[in-house]
């Protein structure tokens, strides 16, 4: 059962724009906290943002601060990553992932997230 469902990736040149969506038709427990990873090959998977569903509170990796924003719908059904001032060591796939035990002291650390989607690659070209 497909529990997330990213979209959005593609391929811009630099310093272009992206926004990711991601939906979670396959899970139907609360979320406390949605986030936003991504991996390149022979490489770790990287925490990129994330936000907590109760109270919109945010974080973000160093890297992406200033760039990047997560964001939640009204519905709470939608969750969005705009990527803006895209640079070519942006290019990776992303991830969507959901916290649903809400024991994630860490909004960084992988180990919290419980679902994780198929993703979608991103490619900035200098």
């Known amino acids: 059962q497909v529990r997330l469902v990213e979209s959005g990736g593609g391929s811009v040149p630099a310093g272009g724009s992206l926004r990711l969506s991601c939906t979670t038709p396959g899970i139907d427990r609360t979320i406390y906290r949605l986030g936003w990873f991504r991996q390149v090959p022979e490489k770790q998977r990287e925490a990129v943002a994330a936000?907590?569903?109760?109270?919109?509170?945010?974080y973000y990796a160093d890297s992406v601060k200033g760039r990047f924003t997560i964001s939640q719908d009204n519905a709470k059904t939608v969750l969005s990553l705009q990527m803006d001032s895209l640079k070519p060591e942006d290019t990776a796939m992303y991830y969507c992932?959901?916290?649903?035990?809400?024991?994630?002291?860490?909004?960084?650390?992988?180990?919290?997230?419980?679902?994780w989607g198929q993703g979608t690659q991103v490619t900035v070209s200098s």
């Open positions: 936000i907590d569903t109760d109270d919109g509170r945010t």
């Open positions: 992932a959901a916290d649903v035990n809400g024991y994630g002291q860490t909004w960084h650390e992988r180990v919290w997230y419980n679902y």
